[in-house]
């Protein structure tokens, strides 16, 4: 960049046709706040100052902008007055330290612009020495912007708002997409000769290219040849709208690097997760956050992953998981539920039914089947039984269970945190480990098996139960009874043998 380059972003809109709570820039889209992907355009093309200027809910606003860009210079505008008026306060935020070159002004709220476009548009206003420059969009609907007029030579004449506008006027499909590129030195001299003697009773910042115009400065409006960058978000229909695009744009550059995408509309990826060459996706797919996976590793189908890491060549099936870290070569899932604090070491396996949270898993180990692992680690190689349940709650505090390596534990067994079971033991189905297990040992704690016989007949008389057992009781005499007189017969046969 040729000249010094500051950065105005408006924020300081209620966003009322959100209709929400939250700030109407604030709204996430692919992973960011719209604010958020705006800061991220900007600050790639590497200005001297961003300026943001907030009044709605500005602690907040602030708060949020300040946590992504530490050096911002937050201007704060009291009373909505117009976006002249907000330009102004940026202006005089930075008053002190005073401002040359170029100042472009955008708005906080088009998630889908891109920092080369705004690069582009410094450039060529630079290069035309303009002391205004707007990137206009041409669009099919242009109700409800500010219309760029030209004279008969083509030249920007003005910008004139839908409320101000002749019916004709109303016909140009030529709109003002709300970035404006200003030489510093016209714009402070001329923000406070800007009134408000319009149909909204504002200080439009739009009136500053009649104002160049009249003291014969140059005025230029080039249009963006992608207006999706500078469409904005007025509504939750047109966040969708936003999203959804953004999402076909993401997706689609993650397949031209080498991401196979089975299914692109159900496939939704957020802007800071990264994929390596040979990943594949599978349908209904979420990967969101800051999520990484590496080379040749499978997700999907129906799987959410947030701020996940997924290792090399791990398959990752119908699963939810936060935070998670899962091995190289790993198998996750069907139906698993990976939360914050799990970490799946290499060939490792969660599978079916599986919860997870705070658990190391070591390489190679197994948790198969219907199972609950909290608070735990288990070491290197160790196969943990079916329907385990890592018990790490007390009802007060929380309690955690290690588990050796190269362990074999039983079926359905509860491990009552604390405990260790040690490297090598081994535990009986049904299993309740209360004390800790010595490594190679075998824990068993379920008593010998007894029978109440007849209990069935007794206790449930009159039951389809109770008429089985009888039943079953009655065949099973009858059987024995005849296997005796068969045994008595075959003796008698044998008696004279045997004389
Ligand atoms: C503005 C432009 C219009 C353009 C449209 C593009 C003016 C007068 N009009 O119209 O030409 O086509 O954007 O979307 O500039 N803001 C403040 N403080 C204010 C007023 C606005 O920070 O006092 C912020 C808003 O939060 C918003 C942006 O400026 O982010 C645009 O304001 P808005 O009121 O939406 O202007 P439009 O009527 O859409
Ligand atoms: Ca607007």
Known sequence: MSRELTVVVLAAGGGTRMRSKTMKVLHPVGGRSMIGHVLKAVEAVEPRRIVAVVGHQRETVGAHIQALVPDVVLAVQEE????????????????????????????GDTPLLRGESLRAFAAEHEAAQRAVSVLSAIVADPFGYGRILRDHEGDVEAIIEEKDATIDQREIAEINSGILAFDAEFLIEALPRIGNDNAKGEYYLTDLVQLARDAGLTVGAHAIDDPWQTEGANDREELAQLGAELNRRIVGQWMRDGVTVMDPATTWIDADVVLAQDVTILPGTQLLGATVVAEDAVI????????????????????????????????????SYLRPGTQLGARGKIGGFVETKNAVIGDDAKVPHLSYVGDAEIGEGTNIGAGTIFANYDGVAKHRTTVGRHARTGSHNTFVAPIAIGDGAATGAGTVVRRDVPPGALAVSSGPQRHLEGWAQRKRAGTAQAAAAASAVAAAEAAAQQAGDVAEDSSQDRGPDLG
């Open 80 to 107: 909505q007055r117009g976006t002249g008026h907000a330009v102004r306060v940026a202006m005089d935020a930075l008053a002190a330290e005073g401002t040359t070159g170029t100042v472009i002004v955008a708005t």
């Open 300 to 335: 999907g189908p129906d799987t959410t992953l947030k701020d996940c890491e997924v290792g090399a060549g791990a398959r990752v099936v119908r699963t939810q998981a936060e935070l998670a870290v899962i091995g190289a070569e790993a198998t996750v899932g069907p139906f």
